[in-house]
């Protein structure tokens, strides 16, 4: 019953964005005669080689418009943005229903059979599709945004993607990417599934071993301060692989679409240290560990 109210919703909703980018059209189609107009007025300021009083009133008068027809068209997106956020949150609402609900015959929890090149295609997708944060004028960025830290308090939800720090076949700790089925607050301890299928395992550890993925990408353009910064040590998601090694930030992003450039560990080179590979924000989180030496 869940499923369908759930698939009721995601409807709705897609009727309603479907609205709301048509407005976001005929809203800018309304405001670019305006454009046009403070466009010739300074062709005309130009030509004639002056700035008059008639010239100065009639600018001021075209921007304040241009201003206000710009902040319609940004709440009309940001609404917009909102329907993405609420329809991608009940697509995973739906994927934890249908486990919950047994929609599948195996007794453990779902685990479809995917070639690694799909799995490795489903990650980058998923870095691809993190939202960017896009706050008002003065706002700061949420935690999990970027390089924010999630707050003290923060539980993740069942179907969050982590960095989860396990014990390995020799026994060895390793940070892997893995995704959250429970939370006890009796124990104050996860349950998570390993996120590649040749693991296939479920870990249960304490809140210290999980390190919640960013869930907005920071915009390096106005929000710099959330992002990770050069020489910064941190844990990065090895490209091609499901495992979260240290490293170094080469670069940081310089665009919203761009990825941090990361130096990992790596004692086969002679300063100790990979060439620079791309990472996406997505799989970039803090590393509480000391820097060696």
């Known amino acids: 019953m869940a499923l369908v109210s759930a698939d009721s919703r995601i409807a709705e909703l897609l ?21 046009v107009n403070i466009q010739k007025t300074h062709e005309r300021m130009q030509t004639e080689n002056k700035i008059s009083p008639y010239y100065r009133t009639k600018l001021r008068g075209l921007y304040t ?16 943005l909102d329907k993405i956020a609420e329809i991608k949150s009940l697509l995973e609402e739906r994927r934890i229903a249908a486990k919950i609900a047994g929609l599948y015959n195996d007794s453990e929890p779902p685990r479809k059979t995917m070639r690694r090149g799909v799995l490795m295609t489903l990650l980058q997708q998923s870095a691809m599709t993190l939202p960017l944060w896009i706050g008002k004028p003065g706002d700061k960025p949420p935690p999990l945004c970027g390089a924010v830290p999630a707050s003290g308090d923060y539980v993740a939800k069942p179907g969050d993607k982590v960095a989860a720090r ?4 020799e026994g060895d700790e390793q940070w892997i990417l893995a995704e959250v089925v429970s939370y006890s ?12 299928e040749e693991g296939k395992e479920r870990h249960t550890l304490s809140r210290r071993r999980i390190i919640p993925l960013p869930q907005w990408k920071a915009n390096p353009e106005t929000d710099p301060e959330a992002l990770f910064q050069k020489e910064q040590l941190v844990l990065a998601l090895y490209p091609q692989t499901t ?6 930030i080469h670069t940081p992003p310089q665009r919203p679409q761009d990825d941090y450039s990361v130096l990992f560990e790596d004692t086969s080179y002679a300063d100790g240290y990979s060439p620079p590979l791309n990472v996406a924000q997505r799989y970039v989180v ?3 560990e000391p820097k060696k030496k």
Do not use: M, P, W
């Open 15 to 35: 009727t309603e964005l479907h609205q709301l980018i048509k407005q976001t059209q005929e809203e800018r189609s309304r405001s670019e005669h305006n454009l």
């Open 65 to 80: 418009t241009a201003k206000a027809d710009a902040e319609a068209e940004c709440n009309i997106l940001r609404k917009a």
């Open 166 to 169: 396990v014990k390995g076949v």
């Open 185 to 196: 607050h009796a124990t104050n301890k996860y349950e998570v599934d390993d996120i590649d």
């Open 243 to 248: 495992c979260f090694y240290r490293a170094l």
């Open 286 to 288: 803090a590393c509480k």
